[in-house]
């Protein structure tokens, strides 16, 4: 069974940055830190920032430019670090993990960016 913690989200305002963890832990052997997606009120859950299996990285069109996803493998944890955040950014973000068998996510950590 696999656990994931995402945390580190918050209110900002326009312009500000915010840096999202997610920490994997309980069968972490062949686990994989995808990255990043985002669900925002009335909306379905999108693609923000992933890491994909041959270690390319692609960004949402939306996102391009201001956030940068990074991964440290030895410690089961990947990081988004969000600058210029704008209004259309508050979402409720969710890390994801690959194994063989399943995908899996996390709890949620909710960005608000308002002035």
């Known amino acids: 069974q696999v656990q994931l913690v995402d945390s580190g989200g918050g209110s900002v305002q326009p312009g500000g940055s915010l840096r999202l963890s997610c920490v994997a832990s309980?069968?972490?052997?062949?686990?994989?830190?995808r990255g990043w997606y985002r669900e925002a009120p009335g909306k379905q859950r999108e693609l923000v920032a992933v890491i994909t299996g041959g270690g390319r990285i692609n960004y949402a069109d939306s996102v391009k430019g201001r956030f940068t996803i990074s991964r440290d493998n030895a410690k089961n944890t990947a990081y988004l670090q969000m600058n210029n955040l704008k209004p259309e950014d508050t979402a409720v973000y969710y890390c994801?993990?690959?194994?063989?068998?399943?995908?899996?996510w996390g709890q949620g950590t909710p960005v608000t960016v308002s002035s």
């Open positions: 994801n993990a690959e194994d063989a068998d399943s995908w899996y």
């Open positions: 309980g069968s972490v052997g062949s686990i994989n830190i």
